[in-house]
């Protein structure tokens, strides 16, 4: 984290001599906000970006004084909302969720006419692991067996994943790549998705956020845990890591979920999101709707999120396509 930091210390005090060129003059924009928000959701409702989006919107409200609508738009790995995001005015009035490594992958991979530079990123809201996971009535106890099964028959083992392009389908093509292990990706749209076809017995295992829309599931005992995305145990999790199982390289597939507005959108209303978003990180009902196991230690603000962006392009590019 400390490269992390210091691209963010760097990008901050680009931000900070931004905002002292804009001057107090007959351009500065109309007080923020003049009317409602929407907040675009990349993913289907009730998945970890959808919880975090609401509980975030809820708080903007009281904070803002303006309703803020949470709008859930599916399809295409995130770049339908993203687009949406892209084609309204950058006032700060419409806003989207976004998840990394997933952004970041999608336009590393496919066409979608956009790039990170086209984005204005705000900040961070929550962090949520990975797992690969296989529902109860699954023959693999392990990873070992699972793994087994996929080198003696290249066609036997699919992994479901909550999209095409994001962060658990690239960490299974390098299984694949760095391993010798041939898995099959099955993309969905969102953990819903995967856990249905999981239980339907449509896709062997899964590469899942272990984010609150989950974690019932593995509870209760309805999933098996074969491996966790992160480099040491989660404390909330009786699982071994891929790691500790001989797999150091896959621990990239934590998800960062962030909010991000149009390139241009003045800094003034930047920074009055950012500081919003960082008291949120801080109040009580916020972090209780999040859950406190997903909420960063220190916030991480839109330098932060920037430098995370670039970061991630580095880690992916070259193996993002498979």
């Known amino acids: 984290m400390n490269r992390l930091r210091l691209f963010a210390a760097v990008l901050t005090a680009g931000l900070v001599l931004a905002a002292c060129g804009q001057g107090v003059g007959s351009d500065e924009p109309a007080a923020y906000p003049s009317e409602p928000i929407r907040m675009l959701v990349p993913y289907t409702a009730g998945g970890p970006t959808d919880i975090a989006a609401r509980s975030l ?6 904070t803002l004084r303006q309703t803020v609508v949470v709008e859930n738009e599916p399809g295409a790995s995130g770049s339908t909302a993203y ?13 989207s969720m976004t998840a990394l490594p997933t952004a970041v992958l999608n336009y590393l991979v496919n066409d979608v006419g956009y790039k990170r530079e086209d984005f204005a990123p705000i900040g961070v809201i929550t962090q949520v692991p990975s797992a690969l996971v296989v529902p109860a009535t699954s023959p693999y106890a392990d990873l070992g067996a699972l793994f087994a099964d996929a080198r003696t028959d290249p066609t036997k083992v699919t992994v479901g994943t909550p999209g095409a ?12 790549q760095l391993y010798d292990v041939p898995l099959t990706v099955l993309p969905f749209n969102g953990n819903q998705e995967v856990l249905t076809a999981l239980l339907g017995g449509n896709t062997t295992a899964g590469f899942v956020n272990v ?10 005992g309805v999933l098996r845990v074969l491996a966790v995305g992160t480099e040491e145990r989660l404390p909330y999790l009786d699982a071994p890591t891929f790691v500790e199982q001989g797999f150091p390289e896959i621990t990239k597939s934590t998800t960062t979920f962030g909010v991000i507005a149009p390139g241009g959108t003045p800094q003034q209303v930047i920074a009055r999101l950012e500081e919003t978003m960082r008291a949120a990180s801080a109040d009580a009902g916020v ?29 992916f590019r070259g193996v993002a396509g498979g």
């Open 57 to 62: 919107a809820k708080y903007m409200e009281s």
């Open 83 to 95: 687009q949406r995001l892209l084609s309204s005015d950058p006032d700060g009035h419409t806003l």
């Open 165 to 176: 392009t994001n962060t658990h389908a690239a960490e299974t093509r390098r299984i694949a």
């Open 211 to 220: 984010s609150q829309d989950m974690l019932p599931s593995i509870e209760s």
């Open 287 to 315: 972090r209780q709707g999040l859950d406190e196991r997903y909420v960063p230690g220190q916030f991480m603000g839109s330098a932060e999120l920037a430098a995370l962006f670039a970061e991630t392009e580095q880690t």
